[in-house]
């Protein structure tokens, strides 16, 4: 059992891939430009022809150790994943533990079998993530100020959403944001109809009229040519539209919602697949249950930047996983990360050494560290940029 195994991950083809981005870290062609989404790297992955659980499954505490062993019932408790978004991914928003288990419970009482389209809650875990940027990355996260929206709806200036304004009155006894995502929820197809015809017409004018404001106006009408009739593509108005630069991250906490728009990037998340849906899709949504678990408060998700030293652990409050980006020139530098290690390389080469012997990975390429390898004794060299998940 030497610890240190080269991964070979899953890809899914889902249609909003890019397909440039993955294939050309992996270096591999992709001649009938297939999308390709997400990289999967995690329990699902090889490790020659075994899947990376079924190791673990063999010696939990020398893979995991023992604390996360204990601590998430001898699996490990984080997915890593490449992502390259070529068209906006739908919004969604992911519930909290206490959430996610009262709902797995009340739908396996139902009887909604897991596989159905009509069922929500897939487990019982939370889904905190953690999105770092490869290249620059447009996403939507959290309400924007209430001030701010007013802003957006007035210079907006749509006819057809006039009324909104009101729903900000100081008379208003329920939550104006709350109110606001009723009235997105509601609004009859007329209305979404006016809408596209206001932004076809007056896309350009808009950004003359409030330049400071193009990048939303352009989103807004990207939305509307990719999803017709969905009333989220206003959605801009009233989320805040991050962009981040290679490096920077946003952690992505329960209740907030999200959508990724365009860019490349590297996800880490808690193991759960609990989405709720918010729009920007032709899935069902369960408004009902978004309602239950959108957390309505203004919120802007801190940028998280590397300061300029060769390794940065992107501060977060996940207890499942950490996130660290190591850059090396030559020099040989220990890993200086803990617990279950997967490390991807996004440039250069890096040879991974301990004890038990040595494993070359060249840029796109993976691999899992047992815990019980002791990563202090790990040793990387090369020229490199690594990013690297572990358990805090
Ligand atoms: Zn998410």
New binding site residues.
Partial sequence: MNGIYKLSNPVKHYDWGSPESIPSLLNITNPEKKPYAEMWMGNMSLTDGTALDEIIKESPDFFLGPEVNRRYAGSLPYLFKLLAAEKPLSI?V?PNLEQANAGFARENARHIPLESAERTYKDANH?P?IICALTDYDALCGFRTKCEIQNMFRAFNCPALENFLELFNKDNKEDPLKLLMKKVFSLSDTIKEEIEIYIKENITNLCTLAPQYASVWNIINLFAQIYPHDAAIISPLYMNHIKLKPEEAIY?PAGVP?CYIHGFGVELMANSDN?IRGGLTAKFIDTKELFNIVNFHEFTPPIIKPDNTNVYAYKTEAKEFSLSVIQNTKETMRLPVLGPVILVVTRGTCTVSHAGGTLNLNQGESAFLAAGIENGNVELCGAFTVYAAGVP
């Fill in positions: 969604q992911h889904k993530e992505l999200h989405v």
